[in-house]
């Protein structure tokens, strides 16, 4: 008997992509599970977002909509998706239609018994040249800053086990959350294995994160995120060894 599932979407300013996304998803989890539920978290959404969603409920009756008030950022609203979710495995992506939720049936065919989480990389990147450029910039960095051992840190395409958040606590509100839910996946010891999806140009919108002021408070939060997933560990790890070498010479 297949797993219960939930699928769901951060939606800010996604109001021309949103109504496609749930449709696909309802179809794509309806056809692996008879137990799913989509959800979109409308992170205070500017745009018209709102009423296509209720418009949607009306329709879908396994659609549930959560509505931040106020813009909480894009961990924010990852948190949100997480702490709703109340199925076994739990789907997500972005609202912009960047990525084909159709693609979430190649996650679930990759997740092995032993597999905790699977995690796509694209196999092309539909974006401009100088997206391509700091995306490519941006996972080299992270990669080696905070060990990560992934093909592709910035894919927002994965399915995780719920069990695994009863480990993982996220407290990030920005961008940077993929980087800290991967390094705490990783760290706690959780398999995770890796697919290759589509990614396609946007085609509505623009992105919330290639501008420089952006890009710039991603750095400060990822030095400060690193401060405390990497460089606190090690400190503590370096204070363990050091009090059981004291407590081998006593």
């Known amino acids: 008997m297949p797993p219960s599932m939930t699928g769901f979407f951060p939606a800010y300013n996604d109001s021309g ?20 539920e989509v959800i979109v978290v409308n992170d205070g959404s500017p745009d018209h977002c709102d009423t296509i969603l209720a418009d949607l409920q009306t ?6 909509v959560v509505t931040h008030e106020q813009n909480r950022g894009y961990g ?27 693609e979430w049936k190649i996650l679930y065919e990759a997740l092995a018994d032993d597999v905790d ?5 694209k196999i092309h990147r539909n974006d401009p040249i100088n997206r391509k450029i700091i995306g490519r910039i941006y996972h080299h960095v992270v990669s080696i800053a905070f060990g990560l051992k992934l093909r592709d840190v910035d894919c927002d395409f994965r399915v995780i086990r719920r069990p695994v958040f009863d480990v993982v606590r996220l407290e990030s509100n920005s961008g940077i959350i993929c980087v800290e839910l991967m ?30 002021k952006r890009v710039f408070r991603t750095g400060i939060d990822l030095m400060k995120l690193w401060r405390r997933l990497v460089l606190q560990s090690e400190e503590r790890l370096a204070e363990t060894r050091a009090m059981a070498a004291t407590e081998i010479r006593g």
């Not at 992509?17 to 137990?35: G, K, Q």
Request: charged letters at 20%; a positive charge.
């Open 183 to 212: 390094k705490k996946i990783q760290d706690g010891g959780f398999k995770i294995a890796q697919v290759p999806v589509h990614h396609y140009h946007r085609a509505f919108g623009i992105s919330q994160f290639f501008n420089f």
């Open 76 to 102: 924010g609203a990852l948190r949100s998706g997480f702490s709703n979710a109340t199925k076994d495995l739990i789907f997500y992506t972005d609202g912009d239609a960047q990525y084909d939720p159709r």
């Open 117 to 121: 989480m699977v995690n796509g990389y």
């Open 59 to 64: 329709r879908y009756p396994r659609l549930r």
């Open 17 to 36: 992509t949103i109504a496609s996304m749930v449709v696909v998803a309802d179809m794509t989890l309806r056809a692996l599970t008879d137990d799913y």
